[in-house]
């Protein structure tokens, strides 16, 4: 099991009042630092593909600026996974600003993180819990760029996965 600072990336990003400057150990020098670095929070859930509902999608997420967590989904773990979803989870003060026909693409995470069979594979069962209760009050929208259980091909118009 890998020590990742999960805990404290979620928190950082929702206000829980932790050092940002301990959220990027894998950065040692400028040259090191670019957007895909980070992702380190990972969170397998099924229910992201209607087709395919026990299919497990992975989750790879980070703290981005703005307070945002955002997540790549991944058809597997493996090196050579495809990225298949995108998701942004916000908090609900950022949510309460948006349209109800915007609100309407999101879901609330108190109602769908039980629907999922959530589970994070390189954490320890109390570090898991902690951020699955440090999500439990937030949005998520997922962007679904193509279904791998479908076509083993990037085909099909990308849409927002609504899961409620």
């Known amino acids: 099991m890998r020590n990742i600072p999960v805990i404290l990336l979620v928190a ?10 301990r959220l990027h150990p894998q950065t040692a020098d400028a040259a090191s630092v670019n957007p895909t670095l980070g992702y380190t929070i990972h969170i397998d859930a099924e229910r992201h593909f209607v087709a395919h509902p026990t299919e497990v999608a992975h989750h790879w997420c980070k703290t981005v600026s703005g307070g945002l967590l955002q997540c790549l989904i991944y058809d597997s773990d493996a090196p050579n996974a495809r990225l298949v979803e995108s998701e942004v989870i916000v908090k609900p003060d950022l949510y309460k600003s948006f349209s109800p026909q915007e609100q309407a693409l999101w879901h609330y995470h108190k109602v769908e993180i039980p629907k999922v069979n959530a589970t994070m594979p390189d954490v320890s069962a109390a570090v ?37």
């Open 128 to 164: 898991a819990k902690a951020t699955v209760a440090s999500l439990t009050e937030t949005y998520g929208k997922v962007y679904q760029l193509w279904d791998p259980m479908t076509s083993k091909n990037p085909i099909g118009q990308p849409t927002v996965a609504v899961l409620h």
């Open 12 to 21: 950082a990003a929702f206000g829980l009042g932790l050092g940002a400057a």
